[in-house]
């Protein structure tokens, strides 16, 4: 997740940045112009003003320290910091999401009962009931990726091609799940959506290419792991999901992994449809505004007003 965070975070009005110099400068002349000994600077040695100064006002040297801070982070909330994308404003616009199917040699073991490859294909259908009337399309992968269908409404249709595959028609053996996801990435075009990859293991050897990929597409992961817990096989898909920025779901004997699925993928980014606009980013900036308060408070203080001889002699 932090690999993820780190990942994501970026500023999304960065020229903001460029008032840094302009604050440190301000900053400084205000500095400058309310200094009480400025005129004895020009005509005095420091050394001996310096001896000769009494009573420093260490609060107004923490106020001007704080009033900088309280620039420097005003201009880092209005510069936009966000990590992560925002959903999709219009509620009756679905999320297109891509099922990725692995079907390579080792999902048709049977150390899960009938078999690896049976199991993905009943979850897949299921995912596809959860989600009738919403677009959702299809691809397998094995040595190579082939896009079975675009994503489409009649979602009872993804399931029963989905039915079909299997590593027997699949025309070169291995497993390439980077390959798989460009594809799929690929048939979501700009329109953004999410991907939903179900699969028994994830080979150390794609480790580069899955981090090219995460560092060219935004598309939000998720990973149903068809495998047991404890086993190398899971283990491979986390380290492959942690390259990713990706979730990982173990398979459950019940409806809960799909259920979870569904939702997350439901609450995926979805881009504007609007020419030359990508993913919506969440603002992020406003949190700091607690912290620009506090400073702002930090900067009243109480002063008491000069009385004349006058007003001292009748105060007395």
Avoid at 41 to 61: F, K, S, Y
Wanted: aromatic share 6%; proline share 7%.
């Amino acid at each position: 997740m932090m690999r993820q965070f780190l990942g994501d975070f970026h500023f999304i009005r960065p020229w903001w940045f460029l008032l840094l110099p302009v604050i440190l400068w301000l900053w400084w002349l205000r500095g400058r112009a309310l200094d009480p000994l400025r005129g004895w600077r020009a005509v005095m040695e420091a050394t001996l003003l310096e001896a000769q100064t009494v009573g420093r006002d260490a609060g107004g040297r923490l106020r001007a320290s704080l009033l900088l801070a309280g620039w420097v982070i005003g201009v880092v909330a209005v510069a936009g910091p966000t990590w992560r994308p925002e959903p999709s404003p219009f509620a009756d616009d679905p999320v297109p999401v891509m099922l990725v199917l692995k079907a390579s040699e080792t999902m048709d073991l049977t150390d899960m009962a009938p078999t690896r490859m049976e199991r993905a294909r009943l979850k897949g259908a299921d995912f596809a009931t959860e989600r009738k009337g919403q677009p959702l399309g299809l691809l397998a992968y094995a040595g190579s990726a082939h896009l079975v269908l675009p994503p489409t409404r009649d979602t009872g249709v993804v399931a029963t091609m989905g039915a079909e595959i299997s590593p027997d028609i699949m025309p070169e053996p291995g497993d390439d799940l980077a390959g798989a996801l460009e594809l799929a990435a690929g048939t979501l075009g700009d329109g953004g959506g999410s991907l939903v990859v179900l699969a028994d293991n994830i080979p150390q050897a794609s480790t580069a290419a899955l981090r090219d990929f995460r560092a060219r597409h935004r598309l939000p992961i998720q990973i149903l792991a068809i495998a047991r817990e404890d086993t190398p096989e899971l283990d491979a898909i986390r380290e492959a999901a942690s390259d990713l920025g990706a979730r990982v779901m173990l398979m459950t004997p019940d409806a809960s992994d799909v259920e979870d699925l569904v939702r997350r993928a439901a609450s995926a980014p979805v881009a504007l449809s609007v020419e030359g606009e990508g993913l919506r980013w969440a603002e992020a900036g406003w949190w700091l505004l607690p912290v620009l308060a506090l400073l702002m408070c930090a900067q009243f203080r109480r002063q008491r007003p000069m009385l004349t001889e006058q007003e001292q002699g009748a105060a007395a």
